[in-house]
């Protein structure tokens, strides 16, 4: 019986090392990867989208409703990597920035741009109280403010205006607020982030006269029809366009109207696919 156990243990240990080597195997990998790569993550109905630089920044847009985030990015960064450099919430629904409360405790979150609009209810200052805690910085985003990201990689803000001063204040649509930004690498715009714009919002930057083409689209609010205008959609001039939504979700994202104004597009869904990831 002593021996019995001796080489169970024996096929056990040898069983433990294994995983270690395939776990700092995959890590390794994962840190000697050049490549720039952007992930729309499954976390159910909402937005969660994560950036992962050349020089190994991680900027994370959006963070979906819940604690599912936690996972995603931990399927996506590896064990290892426990950094976000920019935390990006587009408005404040709570299918986009509450996920955040969770990633705050196990990841070290440098920065946050918000839009400074403020939300009722408790789960929207504990967001605040969680930032405040954990003394990360808080810029507010205006369309004069561009990130750099690395050498000739930028989020290109192209929404809120900087005529717009959303700090403090409420307002009945608070999807029409969202930041819009492109991810942009030398002078080509990879993709468009759109949080939850709708159609006045998108004509409101097709009004202020910024360019707006992209390669990749991510549909506005989840794929609802009051996004994505036909007017939108020519101006950004899209090949791809990705959807970002729960599976039978209640509200019934993406709507057909809005699909057959893409029908003739490359459509990448996390609802199919799950996690949804590009590499460039």
């Given at each position: 019986?002593?021996?019995?156990?001796?080489?169970?243990?024996?096929?056990?240990?040898?069983?433990?090392?294994?995983?270690?080597?395939?776990?700092?195997?995959?890590?390794?990998?994962?840190?000697?990867?050049?490549?720039?790569?952007?992930?729309?993550?499954?976390?159910?109905?909402?937005?969660?989208?994560?950036?992962?630089?050349?020089?190994?920044?991680?900027?994370?847009?959006?963070?979906?409703?819940?604690?599912?985030?936690?996972?995603?990015?931990?399927?996506?960064l590896g064990f290892f990597d426990k950094?976000?450099?920019?935390?990006v919430t587009t408005h404040p629904d709570?299918?986009?920035?509450?996920?955040?409360?969770?990633?705050?405790?196990?990841?070290?979150?440098?920065?946050?741009?918000?839009?400074?609009?403020?939300?009722?209810?408790?789960?929207?200052?504990?967001?605040?109280?969680?930032?405040?805690?954990?003394?990360?910085?808080?810029?507010?985003?205006?369309?004069?403010?561009?990130?750099?990201?690395?050498?000739?990689?930028?989020?290109?803000?192209?929404?809120?205006?900087?005529?717009?001063?959303?700090?403090?204040?409420?307002?009945?649509?608070?999807?029409?607020?969202?930041?819009?930004?492109?991810?942009?690498?030398?002078?080509?715009?990879?993709?468009?982030?759109?949080?939850?714009?709708?159609?006045?919002?998108?004509?409101?930057?097709?009004?202020?006269?910024?360019?707006?083409?992209?390669?990749?689209?991510?549909?506005?609010?989840?794929?609802?029809?009051?996004?994505?205008?036909?007017?939108?959609?020519?101006?950004?001039?899209?090949?791809?366009?990705?959807?970002s939504a729960g599976r039978n979700n209640?509200?019934?994202?993406?709507?057909?109207?809005?699909?057959?104004?893409?029908?003739?597009?490359?459509?990448?869904?996390?609802?199919?696919?799950?996690?949804?990831?590009?590499?460039?």
């Amino acid at each position: 019986m002593g021996s019995f156990l001796s080489q169970k243990q024996w096929a056990l240990s040898h069983l433990i090392l294994f995983g270690v080597l395939v776990l700092v195997a995959l890590q390794f990998a994962k840190m000697t990867d050049t490549r720039l790569k952007l992930s729309f993550l499954d976390i159910g109905q909402g937005d969660a989208i994560l950036i992962q630089t050349p020089n190994h920044h991680n900027i994370l847009v959006d963070a979906g409703p819940d604690s599912t985030v936690v996972d995603r990015l931990g399927e996506t960064l590896g064990f290892f990597d426990k950094t976000i450099d920019l935390f990006v919430t587009t408005h404040p629904d709570k299918d986009h920035y509450a996920g955040i409360l969770d990633v705050l405790g196990p990841y070290h979150v440098r920065q946050v741009m918000m839009t400074g609009l403020l939300s009722e209810g408790a789960l929207y200052r504990s967001f605040v109280d969680a930032l405040k805690a954990h003394a990360v910085p808080v810029v507010f985003a205006n369309n004069h403010q561009d990130i750099q990201l690395g050498p000739n990689l930028y989020l290109d803000v192209l929404f809120p205006l900087a005529e717009e001063n959303w700090v403090g204040k409420t307002v009945q649509n608070k999807n029409n607020t969202s930041i819009v930004a492109r991810l942009v690498r030398g002078g080509k715009s990879l993709a468009m982030l759109t949080g939850d714009a709708e159609s006045p919002e998108e004509r409101e930057i097709m009004l202020a006269g910024q360019e707006v083409a992209s390669t990749i689209l991510k549909l506005g609010h989840h794929g609802s029809r009051s996004s994505t205008s036909p007017e939108w959609l020519k101006a950004v001039h899209s090949t791809t366009v990705v959807v970002s939504a729960g599976r039978n979700n209640q509200y019934g994202h993406p709507h057909p109207e809005t699909m057959e104004r893409v029908k003739d597009l490359e459509v990448r869904s996390t609802q199919k696919e799950g996690t949804v990831s590009l590499s460039f």
